[in-house]
């Protein structure tokens, strides 16, 4: 069985009747690039760059990011590396942030929340990312928004940081910057954040949790905990829906894109590309080359 994936590798992922489909990986450090490569996937569709932030004691400099970032995409080679800015708090915690204790860390500070309220956190990322998007085929992705303001604020944001290193001749480009659809609340609005972003990928992971109000940690919940729910499958539905009236292409990162029973589900709703992780890859194209 793993024979007949391994041939798979360097095949399309293309259904019986000529339907198109990305996959792209999954990955949380630079080491698991070589995993990307090796499983063939066309990308890099969700990096989660708080392997950066998280076990040390301090933030991490601008040029350790950038020089991050570059090595990824150099590896990468002109195929797209989607990094997704910082989504710290909540499940992942840094000390040196002093975030403090909360209530309900999932419903808390956390993510783009901290990025828009502790700005030069997020210009450092962000300057590293513009730098790093000179070498190679970089996306920014914004995780946990609710509003267009937010996505407007980041949008200022990102315009100083293109100022200050226009002024200071540092190289960079302006990538294409989408953001993560993860809250109810950015479903129902999706038609209005369409029109302001390149593309939407949906974390199924954090929308589950969030639409149907359970922990996902909580493994006394295991039993309720169920992304199948119609409610989920509807709003990814809406938001495929949504992007593609505004010719934005849409996409799922969290782990309901491996999901090998909705492969072909997915494929009918249109959406343009499934993220998942190195070692689910071959599974997903494999589904993708058996449809009608
Ligand atoms: C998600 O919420 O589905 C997601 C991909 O992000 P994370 O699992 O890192 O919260
Ligand atoms: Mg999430």
Same mark, same amino acid.
């Given at each position: 069985k793993?024979?007949?994936?391994?041939?798979?590798? /360097?095949?399309?992922?293309?259904?019986?009747s000529?339907? %198109?489909?990305?996959?792209? =990986?999954?990955?949380?450090?630079? !080491?698991d690039?070589?995993?990307v490569?090796?499983?063939?996937?066309?990308? @890099?569709g969700?990096?989660? #760059?708080?392997?950066?932030?998280?076990?040390r004691?301090?933030? $991490?400099?601008?040029?350790e990011?950038?020089? &991050?970032?570059?090595?990824v995409?150099?590896?990468? =080679?002109?195929?797209?590396?989607?990094?997704?800015? +910082?989504?710290?708090? =909540?499940?992942k915690q840094?000390?040196?942030l002093?975030?403090g204790?909360?209530?309900?860390? =999932?419903?808390g500070?956390?993510?783009?929340?901290?990025?828009?309220?502790?700005k030069?956190?997020?210009?450092?990322?962000?300057r590293?990312l513009?730098?790093?998007a000179?070498?190679g085929?970089?996306? @920014?992705?914004?995780p946990?928004?609710?509003?267009?303001?937010?996505?407007?604020?980041?949008?200022?944001?990102?315009?100083?940081?293109?100022?200050?290193?226009?002024d200071? /001749?540092? $190289?960079?480009?302006?990538?294409?910057?989408?953001i993560?659809i993860?809250?109810?609340a950015?479903?129902?609005? #999706?038609?209005?954040? &369409?029109?302001m972003?390149d593309?939407?990928?949906? !974390?199924?992971?954090?929308?589950?949790q969030y639409? +149907?109000? @359970?922990?996902?940690q909580?493994e %006394?919940?295991?039993?309720?905990y169920? $992304?199948?729910?119609?409610?989920?499958?509807?709003?990814?539905?809406?938001?495929v829906?949504? &992007?593609h009236k505004? !010719?934005?292409?849409?996409?799922?990162c969290?782990?309901?894109?491996?999901d090998?029973?909705?492969?072909?589900?997915?494929?009918r709703? !249109?959406?343009d590309?499934l #993220?998942?992780a190195?070692?689910?890859?071959?599974?997903?194209?494999?589904?993708?080359r058996e449809m009608?």
């Open positions: 793993t024979e007949l994936l391994q041939t798979l590798k /360097g095949k399309e992922n293309v259904t019986r000529g339907k %198109k489909i990305h996959i792209y =990986a999954n990955i949380g450090s630079v !080491g690039v070589g995993y490569l090796e499983n063939d996937a066309g990308g @890099i969700l990096f989660r #760059s708080e392997f950066l932030y998280l076990g004691n301090d933030f $991490p400099t601008e040029e990011q950038f020089q &991050a970032y570059r090595q995409v150099q590896t990468m =080679a002109g195929k797209k590396v989607i990094i997704r800015t +910082l989504d710290i708090g =909540a499940d840094v000390d040196y002093n975030l204790r909360e209530d309900n860390p =999932a419903m500070y956390r993510a783009i929340r901290i990025c828009l309220k502790q030069d956190i997020f210009k450092t990322q962000l590293a513009l730098r790093a000179a070498y085929n970089l996306s @920014i992705m914004y946990m928004i609710i509003s267009t303001e937010e996505v407007r604020q980041i949008y200022s944001i990102v315009d100083e940081v293109e100022c200050e290193l226009n200071a /001749g540092i $190289p960079y480009k302006i990538p294409e910057q989408g993560m993860e809250t109810p950015s479903v129902m609005i #999706s038609d209005e954040l &369409a029109e972003v593309f939407f990928s949906i !974390g199924t992971n954090d929308l589950t639409t +149907l109000a @359970i922990d996902r909580n %006394k919940l295991d039993d309720f169920n $992304p199948h729910h119609k409610a989920i499958l509807r709003m990814i539905k809406l938001v829906d949504n &992007a505004h !010719g934005k292409w849409a996409g799922i969290g782990e309901l894109g491996a090998l029973e909705l492969t072909q589900e997915f494929v709703m !249109g959406l590309e #993220s998942v190195p070692s689910m890859v071959l599974k997903v194209r494999k589904n993708v009608e």
